[in-house]
């Protein structure tokens, strides 16, 4: 896998021309690697399973098991999923440099998501109530620790 | 009852943002309330939802925290329904509301810690907590907006942000994703749907709902200019002019790194961040001063005469 720093850089570098379909298809395969370190990190296999057609959604999937917080990402990940839809579709569309361009700020968006959860611990945790929500529910409360 | 009527009325739940960073949306939710005719009933005494902070330290503090605003409204104001235009409070309400209806633990906690501070414990369903997205969606409508729009916002184009509490976690939230009429977990449009009826032509915006960096802003101030540095290019690159926000974390969040990317990466967007409330009371007629325009931080004076809406 590459590092986040070369995905980022790898991003950046990407042009619409010649190929957008395989611009398209590089930014998707870099979201891949994106959710593949997120899974890692926390001792799973990457799926190689696909949802819907796509490996990133599964993945996705595999990654917001158990913590609720990832679904943050949800959207962004079909976000890119749509938008490599239209390059892959409509390669020579009037707006094609501009897709490109959008995808390429929408896996932005994944990567610096994803990558800000792991480089500092615990970070995200306030996300979408994630840490209430992974506790017990029986988890003892202060209030019941009272004397 | 229809929600038409019901919402007519509502308890205010402003939280503590609204009366700092973001007062220019308690100035305009309570003026674009005032020019439709809703009535806004601030919460008595009201307190912290317990927002982000004591939510991590020990949930059902948190849980009770938002129950004591909900008990006010029920059993001291004899309201049934609180408005609360914070993503943050409205988020935190619907998750103390759906854990006194599903977890034991919670209610026994919350009735130890109400009988303690010597009010009436709240109960699952006294009230409904709804956004000012609701408020004005269902009592006003978009045809009623329509009718009552003075300076259109024609010709403005609009990337609507809605940030993430808005609609996460799905489970909080039963009244949405309920088909035709209601709002969508995934593709919000509420806002969209209120300024498209006053005019506004909305963007394609792939990242309404995606993370603004908010909470990470202290911790790792770089990741969220980054996070915010995306939002304001992608709203650019969608033609839009203008991101009309309805959560104050998001929206202080976008002004101020919006400053620190320039500052800091030397990336200046071009991009005019305002309340939709502000947008909608400013299509009702209403003065830039009586939305509060002139407290956000960035500056839009030039851009609302540029449109003649100042």
């Not at chain 2, 969508?184 to 009826?197: E, G, Q, R």
């Not at chain 2, 709203?235 to 009309?244: S, T």
């Amino acid at each position: 896998m590459r590092s986040f720093d070369e995905l980022e850089a790898t991003i950046g570098a990407l042009q619409a021309d010649p190929d957008a379909s395989a611009a398209a298809l590089s930014l998707l395969r870099i979201s891949e690697e994106v959710l593949e370190h997120w899974v890692t990190a926390r001792g799973q296999e990457p799926t190689m399973e696909e949802r819907e057609g796509f490996r990133l959604l599964a993945l996705h999937r595999q990654g917001a098991t158990k913590e609720p917080s990832f679904n943050a990402c949800r959207e962004t990940c079909r976000e890119i999923v749509y938008h490599y839809n239209l390059l892959h579709l409509q390669p020579d569309h009037e707006e094609t440099t501009d897709r490109v361009e959008m995808m390429k700020m929408i896996s932005s968006h994944l990567l610096l998501f994803v990558s800000g959860k792991m480089q500092v611990a615990e970070l995200g945790e306030f996300c979408c109530s994630s840490k209430p929500i992974r506790l017990n529910s029986n988890n003892d409360s202060e209030v019941n620790r009272e004397p | 009852m229809t929600k038409k009527d019901k919402y007519q009325k509502v308890a205010y739940y402003p939280g503590c943002a609204l009366e700092g960073t973001g007062h220019s949306y308690n100035r305009s939710t309570k003026a674009v309330g005032k020019k439709l005719g809703l009535d806004l009933v601030e919460v008595k005494n009201w307190n912290c939802c317990g927002a982000m902070e004591v939510k991590n330290i020990d949930p059902k503090i948190q849980t009770y925290l938002s129950s004591r605003v909900m008990s006010v409204a029920a059993n001291e104001m004899d309201m049934d329904v609180v408005m609360a235009p914070c993503n943050g409070c409205y988020h935190n309400l619907k998750k103390a509301e759906y854990d006194l209806k599903n977890d034991e633990d919670s209610v026994a906690v919350v009735d130890k810690l109400s009988k303690k501070a010597g009010h009436k414990t709240y109960e699952s369903g006294q009230v409904e907590t709804i956004h000012a997205l609701d408020w004005i969606k269902e009592t006003i409508g978009e045809d009623g907006l329509r009718e009552r729009v003075k300076n259109s916002l024609q010709g403005i184009k609009i990337a609507n942000y809605y940030g993430c509490m808005y609609t996460r976690p799905r489970h909080i939230f039963p009244e949405k994703d309920q088909g035709p009429g209601s709002e969508s977990t995934s593709k919000p449009h509420f806002m969209d749907d209120l300024l498209a009826a006053a005019g506004a032509e909305n963007v394609e915006f792939p990242l309404k709902t995606a993370c603004c960096g908010g909470a990470h802003t202290l911790s790792d101030s770089d990741t969220s200019t980054k996070l915010v540095l995306n939002i304001l290019k992608a709203a650019k690159l969608a033609g839009a002019e203008v991101i009309a926000t309805e959560c104050p974390t998001c929206h202080s969040g976008l002004e101020m790194h919006q400053i620190r990317a320039a500052e800091v990466f030397g990336e200046k967007v071009e991009i005019k961040i305002l309340y939709f409330t502000q947008l909608l009371g400013l299509a009702l007629g209403l003065k830039p001063r009586k939305v509060g325009v002139h407290e956000n931080v960035s500056d839009s004076m030039g851009f609302l005469k540029e449109k003649g809406l100042a």
